[in-house]
């Protein structure tokens, strides 16, 4: 498994933006699908964005599509979101996982968790 921390939330305006980071450790990150989740209060956690294994390859969520997207930097063992065009539904406290199965949107598909960071969008 590979230990995941994220970083980067915080308070922004609609309409603004934010990146959030997810830094890995071990030497297989690059071996790992990594996406990111979000869960909103009272709501379950749903699927984000995904990048495979070369980079190049992602995925998104309907609801972020032109709006957010996602990158990894295999030398730094990071991966990361770029949210723009941020709207108060995108509340929510968010969290990077990694997986095997790329073009997998299911929670029980990646094995290993952050502790997630929360970003608040205010109207």
């Known amino acids: 498994q590979v230990q995941l921390v994220e970083s980067g939330g915080g308070l922004v305006q609609a309409g603004g933006s934010l990146r959030l980071s997810c830094a890995a450790s071990?030497?297989?990150?690059?071996?790992?699908?990594m996406g990111w989740f979000r869960q909103a209060p009272g709501k379950e956690r749903e699927f984000v964005a995904a990048i495979g294994w070369s980079g190049i390859n992602t995925y998104n969520a309907n609801s972020v599509l032109g709006r957010f997207t996602i990158s990894r930097d295999d030398a730094k063992n990071t991966v990361y979101l770029q949210m723009s065009s941020l709207k108060p539904e995108d509340t929510a406290v968010y969290y990077c996982?990694?997986?095997?199965?790329?073009?997998?949107?299911?929670?029980?598909?990646?094995?290993?968790w952050g502790q997630g960071t929360q970003v608040t969008v205010s109207s």
């Open positions: 071990g030497r297989t990150f690059s071996s790992y699908v």
């Open positions: 996982a990694a997986g095997l199965r790329y073009g997998s949107r299911r929670l029980g598909d990646f094995g290993s």
